[in-house]
């Protein structure tokens, strides 16, 4: 079974662009979480989606959005870009909402604003 | 609110040695914990879990861990550590929101292990 994929795994932007990050979960999956990791704040969720819909978010500023499309799969977006929005965006899926189901980790992807 | 504490930011063992790490966390109820793994490039491996029952959990690649309640704590052990071993790991536990629903999972700023031959 295929496991969690995102694309892109390496992106460069310049400060206020947008960029948009893909998420497929692995088959079967109906959960998505987001998260973002960075070196100084660690590992900070972001939202999870479960059947299209918003469960939680975290404590992000509206620039960070996401959705979620029949299929699963899921996409997040950030508009106008700072440079602290530099980080590894992981992704993971579960067969359901909550943390009861275990989570599956995509290998991220490395976003670099400049 | 929940919070994980990793008191160790890098610890070196020899390979074959003992090793554990330390997690404590703050947490009003009966917590949800978690122990991730994250090799360099990659993204997080879920080693073990505990949510009740016996609080000696077994995991993945010979991880072992105990919850105690009295101390806080959920240490995660390994009786004798390979090279492959060396990457970062990340205790966690599992928010709950408003109304007892789960939430997210609020992880510590993670211990890097490195091993030596």
């Known amino acids: 079974k295929a496991g969690v994929t995102q694309t892109p795994r390496y992106l460069i932007k310049t400060r206020g662009q947008q960029v948009t990050l893909s998420c497929s979960p692995i088959?079967?999956?109906?959960?998505v979480s987001w998260y973002q990791q960075t070196p100084g704040q660690g590992l900070q969720f972001l939202f999870e989606?479960?059947?299209?819909?918003?469960?939680n978010k975290g404590n992000f500023p509206g620039r960070f959005s996401g959705r979620q499309f029949s299929n699963s799969r899921s996409e997040m977006n950030v508009s106008t870009l700072e440079l602290g929005d530099s980080a590894l965006y992981l992704c993971?899926?579960?067969?359901?909402?909550?943390?009861?189901?275990?989570?599956?980790f995509g290998p991220g992807t490395r976003l670099t604003v400049l | 609110a929940q919070s994980v504490t990793q008191p160790d930011i890098h610890i070196t063992v020899s390979e074959g040695a003992s090793l554990e790490l330390r997690c404590n966390y703050s947490?009003?109820?009966?917590?949800?914990l978690f122990w991730y793994v994250q090799s360099p490039g990659q993204g997080l491996q879920l080693l073990l879990k505990?949510?009740?029952?016996?609080?000696l959990v077994q995991g993945i690649k010979g991880f072992e861990a105990e919850f105690k309640r009295s101390q806080s704590s959920f240490n995660l052990r390994k009786p004798s550590v390979h090279w492959s071993d060396a990457a970062e790991y990340f205790c966690?536990?599992?928010?709950?929101?408003?109304?007892?629903?789960?939430?997210?999972?609020?992880f510590g700023k993670g211990t890097k292990l490195s091993v030596k031959p």
């Open positions: 966690a536990v599992g928010a709950e929101v408003d109304g007892g629903s789960q939430g997210n999972l609020i």
């Open positions: 088959s079967g999956h109906r959960s």
């Open positions: 505990y949510f009740s029952g016996d609080t």
């Open positions: 993971a899926s579960s067969l359901s909402h909550g943390y009861a189901d275990t989570q599956y």
């Open positions: 947490y009003g109820a009966t917590p949800y």
């Open positions: 989606y479960f059947s299209e819909t918003q469960r």
